[in-house]
């Protein structure tokens, strides 16, 4: 990975004579007041590297009459530098030949330079990126987007199964009721045929009154006519005969009574609007569990597409554990980005902007003041684990500070300052160092 070896400034914004060596591994804290040129340091180091589109738009000192000098050498041997009038840039490789912007750009990574346009992006721009140069992007679409459907789909099937048996639990039932609808012409009828029966028992009864009748009549009349008692006798005998017959046919006949018939005919209305009650409860509570059942597999299938999502990107080459991505969102050791510490995006920041570029070893950070110490430490340590190099500015004089930038100038640094003098001069010349300022 290419990294910053050293850089001279001087004269850009708010820099007057700067000299540094970034620590190659770890984390370099440009400390100082307000207003002293920290930042300046970093806007530098984006100009030279990033082009003219990084150039500040009062790049020259204020007061200077001497134009900005920028000199940075890189771990891979090549020098940028950035001087006179126009600031015109030079790229010069160890071999000495020219090279061009071009060059910077196929291993500084824009992010690196410029971390908030990173850090700025929505949620979904940042999700994109990471999925991007991971290579998932198209894959992980296809997932949500048929996880999405099935999760509409589930929605809309739960809230139906809860609205059935919602439905089903409001209505009546009642035991009392038949299974099934009463018909009133069956009614009718099955009363009719009992009538029927009825009336031929009563035609039964009728005929053994009439042979009683018959049979008294023809004992007045065997009396009364003499002469014909043989005659009268054996039509007595028959006669006789018959009445035993029909005695014995009628003595177990029993009417059916048709009250109960009478009282459903005329409760048939109510009958069947019970039984129309216990059928529709009885569907919408069958509806609720076919609904459930539906949304059950609509459970298994989007358990199934968010474990191919998990698996699809546990096996993706992340940049940093615990990483990943979630309904369109970056998720970093289970938190959305605007639930993670400072610290924790700075680090995925980082993470992600080296996986975007891998030769690019170096991040410019602006304002870590947002870091306690044991903080600012944890991330240097992590920073050294990855072998990354940050370039960081923080209102600081504390220890924790590499350098401190007083009035543009590295506090404690000799330099000589006729070199630097705020006058009109014919050619750029940077400034004489004194030996031992390292």
Same mark, same amino acid.
């Given at each position: 990975?290419?990294?910053?070896?050293?850089?001279?400034?001087?004269?850009?914004?708010?820099?007057?004579?700067?000299?540094?060596?970034?620590?190659?591994?770890?984390?370099?804290?440009?400390?100082?007041?307000?207003?002293?040129?920290?930042?300046?340091?970093l806007?530098?180091?984006?100009?030279?590297?990033?082009?003219?589109?990084?150039?500040?738009?009062?790049?020259?000192?204020?007061?200077?009459?001497?134009?900005?000098?920028?000199?940075?050498?890189?771990?891979?041997?090549?020098?940028?530098?950035?001087?006179?009038?126009?600031?015109?840039?030079?790229?010069?490789?160890?071999?000495?030949?020219?090279?061009g912007q071009?060059?910077?750009?196929?291993?500084?990574?824009?992010?690196?330079?410029?971390l908030?346009?990173?850090?700025?992006?929505?949620?979904?721009?940042?999700?994109?990126?990471?999925?991007?140069?991971?290579?998932v992007?198209?894959?992980?679409a296809?997932?949500?987007?048929?996880?999405?459907?099935?999760?509409?789909?589930?929605?809309?099937?739960g809230?139906?199964?809860?609205?059935k048996?919602?439905?089903?639990?409001?209505?009546?039932?009642?035991?009392?009721?038949?299974?099934?609808?009463?018909?009133?012409?069956?009614?009718?009828?099955?009363?009719?045929a009992?009538?029927?029966?009825?009336?031929?028992?009563?035609?039964?009864?009728?005929?053994v009154?009439?042979?009683?009748?018959?049979?008294?009549?023809?004992?007045?009349?065997?009396?009364?006519?003499?002469?014909?008692?043989?005659?009268?006798?054996?039509?007595?005998?028959?006669?006789?005969?018959?009445?035993?017959?029909?005695?014995?046919?009628?003595?177990?006949?029993?009417d059916?009574?048709?009250?109960?018939?009478?009282?459903?005919?005329?409760?048939i209305?109510?009958i069947?609007? *019970?039984?129309?009650?216990?059928?529709?409860?009885?569907?919408?509570?069958?509806?609720?569990?076919e609904?459930?059942?539906?949304?059950?597999?609509?459970?298994?299938?989007i358990?199934?597409?968010?474990?191919?999502?998990?698996?699809?990107?546990?096996?993706?080459?992340?940049?940093?554990?615990?990483?990943?991505?979630?309904?369109?969102?970056?998720?970093?050791?289970?938190?959305?980005?605007?639930?993670m510490?400072?610290?924790?995006?700075?680090?995925?920041?980082?993470?992600?902007?080296?996986?975007?570029?891998?030769?690019?070893?170096?991040?410019?950070l602006d304002k870590l003041?947002?870091m306690?110490?044991?903080?600012?430490?944890?991330?240097?340590?992590?920073?050294e684990?990855?072998?990354?190099?940050?370039?960081?500015?923080?209102?600081?004089?504390?220890?924790?500070?590499?350098?401190?930038?007083?009035?543009?100038?590295?506090?404690?640094q000799?330099?000589?300052?006729?070199?630097?003098?705020? *006058?009109?001069?014919?050619?750029?010349?940077?400034?004489?160092?004194?030996?031992?300022?390292?």
């Amino acid at each position: 990975m290419i990294k910053i070896n050293k850089l001279e400034i001087e004269n850009v914004k708010r820099v007057k004579a700067i000299k540094i060596e970034p620590t190659t591994n770890g984390l370099t804290i440009v400390g100082g007041r307000n207003n002293q040129g920290k930042t300046s340091v970093l806007d530098s180091i984006a100009w030279g590297l990033g082009g003219n589109k990084y150039k500040p738009s009062q790049a020259d000192r204020e007061g200077s009459m001497v134009p900005p000098y920028l000199n940075i050498t890189l771990s891979n041997g090549l020098v940028v530098e950035r001087k006179g009038k126009n600031s015109e840039l030079k790229v010069l490789d160890p071999n000495g030949e020219k090279a061009g912007q071009q060059l910077l750009n196929s291993f500084v990574e824009e992010f690196a330079i410029n971390l908030p346009k990173f850090m700025n992006a929505s949620n979904q721009e940042k999700a994109n990126i990471l999925l991007r140069i991971i290579g998932v992007g198209e894959q992980l679409a296809q997932f949500e987007k048929v996880e999405k459907e099935a999760y509409n789909k589930r929605l809309t099937i739960g809230q139906i199964a809860d609205q059935k048996q919602k439905y089903a639990k409001e209505m009546a039932y009642h035991n009392d009721a038949p299974k099934e609808l009463i018909s009133a012409s069956d009614l009718i009828q099955q009363q009719q045929a009992i009538l029927a029966k009825n009336g031929e028992n009563q035609r039964k009864r009728e005929q053994v009154q009439y042979i009683q009748n018959n049979f008294d009549q023809q004992i007045r009349e065997v009396e009364r006519i003499r002469k014909e008692l043989q005659i009268a006798e054996g039509n007595l005998q028959k006669t006789s005969q018959d009445l035993e017959t029909a005695k014995k046919s009628a003595i177990n006949l029993h009417d059916e009574s048709t009250e109960e018939l009478q009282a459903n005919i005329q409760q048939i209305d109510d009958i069947n609007r *019970k039984v129309r009650a216990n059928l529709d409860k009885d569907k919408a509570e069958q509806d609720a569990s076919e609904y459930r059942v539906q949304y059950e597999k609509l459970t298994a299938e989007i358990t199934d597409i968010r474990k191919s999502k998990t698996d699809l990107l546990q096996n993706a080459n992340l940049p940093l554990e615990g990483l990943s991505v979630e309904d369109g969102e970056l998720i970093f050791n289970s938190q959305k980005w605007d639930n993670m510490s400072g610290a924790d995006q700075l680090r995925v920041s980082t993470a992600i902007v080296r996986k975007l570029k891998p030769d690019c070893g170096f991040i410019l950070l602006d304002k870590l003041e947002q870091m306690d110490l044991e903080t600012l430490n944890e991330f240097g340590t992590w920073l050294e684990g990855e072998g990354l190099q940050a370039i960081a500015t923080r209102v600081s004089t504390g220890e924790e500070c590499s350098i401190i930038i007083e009035d543009g100038y590295v506090a404690g640094q000799a330099i000589v300052e006729s070199q630097v003098e705020e *006058k009109a001069a014919p050619a750029q010349q940077p400034t004489t160092w004194k030996a031992g300022e390292f």
